[in-house]
C-alpha cells in the first residue's frame, strides 16, 4: 500500500509561482508513474501532468503545457509540481496520485486517466486571485 500527502498549496496572485510536493510512503519502490490532477468547483476531475517513475517519460495536459514542471526525487520518494505563471482558472484542489504497472496497463498506458491510478493524496488547495 503507497500513502501519499500532498503539500505547497496555498493563495498567490496571478503570475506567481507555486511548487506542490507528493511524498509517497516508503513502499514506493512498487510506484510506475505519479501524475497530478485537479478538481475545480463544479468541473470534473483534470489531468495537469505524469511522469514514470523510473525515466523521463513526461506528460502534460493541454492547459498546463509550457507552464507546469513534473518532477521527482526517488532517493527522497517525492514528485514535484512546479506551477510558473499561475493564472486564475488554476485554482483547484491539486491532488497526487500513484499508480503500479497495472494500472497503467489496464488503460492501455494512458497516463492522463485517472482510473490508471491507484492511489490518491487527500489533496491541497491553490487558489490564484486575479
Known amino acids: 500500500q503507497v500513502q501519499l500527502v500532498e503539500s505547497g498549496g496555498g493563495l498567490v496572485q496571478a503570475g506567481d509561482s507555486l511548487r506542490l510536493s507528493c511524498a509517497a510512503s516508503l513502499r514506493a519502490d512498487n510506484i510506475y508513474a505519479v501524475a497530478w490532477f485537479r478538481q475545480a468547483p463544479g468541473k470534473e476531475r483534470e489531468f495537469v501532468a505524469a511522469?514514470?517513475?523510473?525515466?523521463?517519460?513526461?506528460y502534460y495536459g493541454d492547459s498546463v503545457m509550457g507552464r507546469f514542471t513534473i518532477s521527482r526525487d526517488n532517493a527522497k520518494n517525492t514528485g514535484y509540481l512546479q506551477m510558473n505563471s499561475l493564472k486564475p482558472e488554476d485554482t483547484a484542489v491539486y491532488y497526487c496520485?500513484?499508480?503500479?504497472?497495472?494500472?497503467?496497463?489496464?488503460?492501455?498506458?494512458?497516463?492522463?486517466?485517472?482510473?490508471?491510478?491507484?492511489?490518491w493524496g487527500p489533496g491541497t488547495q491553490v487558489t490564484v486571485s486575479s
Open positions: 496520485a500513484a499508480s503500479g504497472e497495472n494500472g497503467l496497463e489496464r488503460v492501455g498506458y494512458q497516463f492522463g486517466f485517472a482510473a490508471a491510478y491507484d492511489y
Open positions: 511522469t514514470r517513475w523510473s525515466t523521463d517519460e513526461i
